[in-house]
């Protein structure tokens, strides 16, 4: 079985937001950051991704 790891655009803005297979999720404005912050779990923050 996969894992689903999602990224989907905030339409009206630059924002992304994200959700890991485990239902935590997070919204920023760096792509990059956001997907490490997906494949980091389970060692993910649940607040999402720091800013650089």
Same mark, same amino acid.
């Given at each position: 079985m996969s894992k689903l790891l999602r990224v989907s655009w905030l339409p009206g803005s630059d924002r992304?937001?994200?959700?890991?297979h485990?239902? $935590?999720?997070? !919204?920023?404005?760096?792509?990059? $950051?956001?997907? !490490?912050?997906?494949q980091a779990h389970p060692d993910h923050p649940a607040s999402g991704p720091v800013p650089a």
């Open positions: 992304l937001r994200g959700r890991c485990c239902g $935590a999720e997070a !919204e920023g404005d760096d792509p990059t $950051a956001m997907w !490490e912050w997906l």
